[in-house]
């Protein structure tokens, strides 16, 4: 008994979605998205870029820093007055990148999935 509950869980976890089941998946998140507004939708792009941004602003020195073998050129590292001026030029790029991936997306869906085409699915 135990056995088949174990296969039927693996085979739904890992299993791969058919083409129909990925795009009424992707139609239903586009649906949630058209309700909830572009300018919605478009901030939550530019949002998911900060934790990108962050691990860049964070990993790099950091690496930078234990490469040189001296934990003192870490502190030194992140609190230079370039470092903070860099940092921030990077997050309006961070930030600009995720408006402009966010409209792409936004005008992608809308030429995939047009009002007429919308309820019925596959």
Do not use: C, Q
């Not at 791969?16 to 089941?21: I, Q």
């Not at 478009?42 to 234990?66: K, T, Y």
């Not at 609190?79 to 792409?104: E, H, K, M, P, Q």
């Amino acid at each position: 008994m135990l056995d088949t509950e174990v296969w039927r869980y693996i085979y739904v976890v890992f299993r791969r979605p058919s083409d129909a089941e990925i795009d009424r998946l992707m139609r239903e998140a586009w649906l949630k998205s058209k309700a909830r507004g572009k300018n919605r939708f478009v901030r939550g792009e530019m949002l998911a870029s900060i934790p990108i941004w962050m691990a860049v602003v964070i990993a790099v020195p950091a690496f930078e820093a234990f490469a040189k073998h001296s934990p003192l050129s870490v502190r030194s590292t992140w609190l230079g007055s370039w470092n903070v001026f860099g940092d921030l030029i990077l997050l309006a790029i961070f930030l600009l990148g995720g408006y402009l991936t966010g409209r792409w997306r936004w005008t992608d869906f809308e030429k995939k999935y047009p009002e007429d085409s919308l309820p019925p699915w596959k």
